[in-house]
C-alpha cells in the first residue's frame, strides 16, 4: 500500500495502566506500517496515578507524534468514552475514514491494522471489521456474534444442550469459525467501523454505561445496510475483563449494577418493555428450572454469585441498586 489513508485509534482506558502500555508498544510497531495512524486515549478518570505515567512513557518513547491523551472529568463508560473523542472530529469534518475502536487490555499483533484497513479498502461493504481475539493459548475466542433476540434470550435462561440445539439458529455466540464470514456485530474490543456509519447512524448510544453498547450501535447500523464482517487473518491478543474483572479466569464476581442496566435498556430500545418482561420471566423459568436439576444431580452451578437473584431483583420487581458510575 503505497499510500496509507488515515485511520483514528481510539482508546477508553480506566485504571489498566501495565495493559495499556502493552497495547501503546503494540501500536507503535503497528505505526510504522501505517504512517497517517493517528492514536487518542481517552482517559475515564482513573485517579490512580496510571494517566501521568502514561504521558511520562509517551514523551520518553516519542510516542506524541501520533499519540493524543485526553483526560476526562468523570468515568463516562465505553460508550460516551468514544463519543468523547468522536464527536468533535464528527462535527468539524476532521475525523478519519477509518476508526478503530481498541480496548487498553488488548496487544496487536504485528500487521493486524494493515490487514484490517485493507480488506475494509478493497470490500466496500464491509463497515465493521474485526480479527481473530485470542485472550488464552487455547485460540481465538467468539467476538462474532447474532444479535441477541427475545428467543435466545428466553433459551439462555434454560441452559439444556437439547434445547440449545434446537433452537441452534437463535444462538447469540455460534461456534467460532476460521474463515472469513459476515456476522451481526462483533466485539467492541477492536473493530474497525467507517466513518459513514457514525455519520449516517449517530454515535453510542451513551445511555450504556459498559457492555451492549456495540451490540446497539451495530444493530442500527444494520438497519440501515451497513454490514459487519470477521476477519481471522487479523490477530490480536486480550487480557479480558482487566478493569472490571469480568471475563477473566477463576470464580466469576458478582455481576456489577451497570450490566443489569445496559442489558435492559438494549431489550427495551429493540423489544419493548412489555415483550422484554415476558422474556425475562422465561429466562428467570428456565434458571430456575436449570439450577434444580443441577442441585438435584451434584453438577457445578457456575452462575456468577446471586446472580438469579439480582437478575429478578432488576428485571422483574424494578429494583435498583447503586454502582452503575463507580466501575468502568
Not at 485509534?9 to 503497528?30: G, N, P, Y
Request: aromatic share 12%; proline share 5%.
Amino acid at each position: 500500500m503505497s499510500q496509507s489513508p488515515e485511520i483514528l485509534v481510539v482508546i477508553v482506558h480506566f485504571r489498566t495502566l501495565s495493559e495499556v502500555l502493552k497495547c501503546l508498544e503494540s501500536l507503535a510497531r503497528e505505526a510504522a506500517t501505517v504512517p497517517q495512524l493517528k492514536v487518542s486515549l481517552w482517559d475515564n478518570r482513573s485517579e490512580d496515578g496510571s494517566l501521568e505515567r502514561i504521558r511520562e512513557v509517551s514523551k520518553d518513547c516519542g510516542w506524541d507524534a501520533w499519540l493524543e491523551i485526553h483526560e476526562s472529568e468523570e468515568n463516562l463508560g465505553f460508550g460516551a468514552g468514544n463519543n468523547a473523542v468522536i464527536a468533535p472530529l464528527l462535527e468539524t469534518g476532521e475525523l478519519a475514514e477509518h476508526i478503530l475502536l481498541l480496548n487498553p487490555d488488548t496487544v496487536v499483533c504485528p500487521g493486524a491494522i494493515l490487514k484490517l484497513l485493507r480488506f475494509q479498502l478493497e470490500h466496500s461493504e464491509a463497515d465493521f471489521v474485526g480479527p481473530a481475539t485470542s485472550s488464552s493459548d487455547c485460540g481465538p475466542d467468539i467476538t462474532a456474534f447474532r444479535f441477541p433476540g427475545l428467543i435466545s434470550h428466553i433459551v439462555e435462561g434454560f441452559r439444556f444442550r437439547t434445547i440449545a440445539r434446537v433452537f441452534r439458529k437463535w444462538e447469540v455466540a455460534p461456534a467460532l469459525r476460521s474463515e472469513l464470514h459476515r456476522c451481526d456485530w462483533l466485539s467492541g474490543g477492536c473493530v474497525l467501523i467507517r466513518r459513514r456509519v457514525f455519520e449516517t447512524v449517530g454515535l453510542f448510544d451513551s445511555g450504556f454505561f459498559l457492555y451492549f453498547e456495540e451490540v446497539d450501535l451495530c444493530r442500527r447500523a444494520a438497519k440501515h445496510g451497513f454490514q459487519s464482517w470477521y476477519l481471522p487473518q487479523a490477530e490480536i491478543l486480550h487480557h479480558a475483563g482487566a478493569a472490571t474483572g469480568l471475563g477473566r479466569a477463576g470464580a466469576p464476581p458478582q455481576m456489577p449494577a451497570y450490566w443489569f442496566a445496559s442489558r435492559q435498556r438494549y431489550y427495551w430500545n429493540h423489544y419493548g418493555r412489555i415483550l422484554t418482561y415476558l422474556a425475562d420471566a422465561g429466562f428467570v423459568a428456565g434458571r430456575v428450572s436449570w439450577l434444580l436439576l443441577a442441585k438435584l444431580s451434584g453438577r457445578s452451578r457456575d452462575d456468577p454469585p446471586r446472580f438469579l437473584r439480582d437478575f429478578v431483583a432488576w428485571n422483574l420487581l424494578g429494583l435498583r441498586w447503586s454502582g452503575v458510575r463507580k466501575s468502568g
